[in-house]
Nanobody, 118 residues
Framework: EVQLMESGGGSVQAGGSLKITCKASGFPITGVAMNWARERPGKGREWVGGINMAGGKYYAEFVQGRFDISRDFHKNEMYLQMTGLTTEDSAMYFC????????????WGPGTQVTVSS
């Protein structure tokens, strides 16, 4: 059974950093493209970035070099290292398997909350 579980969310001051984790089970995380998405209060869900099977990384424009996606084959985990956080980054963050741009369909984890305070 495919399962995704995010962790590592929390509260951080603006300008700070946070690393969140997506633990995958039921499939090899390095064998598929994986993505991060977020949902901000009142703003709907938006794509944050993704990593393909070859390790190529892609980010939404708003990331502006502040975030980095990585994976650990042995732990079967994916990470989102976030730096230079602003209050606009406060959101529930989700890892997504089989994400489809536009429709935002895919297999979503339950999410982990990130709160950035000024």
């Amino acid at each position: 059974e495919v399962q995704l579980m995010e962790s590592g969310g929390g509260s951080v001051q603006a300008g700070g950093s946070l690393k969140i984790t997506c633990k995958a089970s039921g499939f090899p995380i390095t064998g598929v493209a994986m993505n991060w998405a977020r949902e901000r209060p009142g703003k709907g869900r938006e794509w944050v970035g993704g990593i393909n099977m070859a390790g190529g990384k892609y980010y939404a424009e708003f990331v502006q070099g502040r975030f980095d996606i990585s994976r650990d084959f042995h732990k079967n985990e994916m990470y989102l290292q976030m730096t230079g956080l602003t209050t606009e980054d406060s959101a529930m963050y989700f890892c997504v398997k089989e994400y489809t741009m536009g429709t935002m369909r895919g297999i979503w984890g339950p999410g982990t909350q990130v709160t950035v305070s000024s």
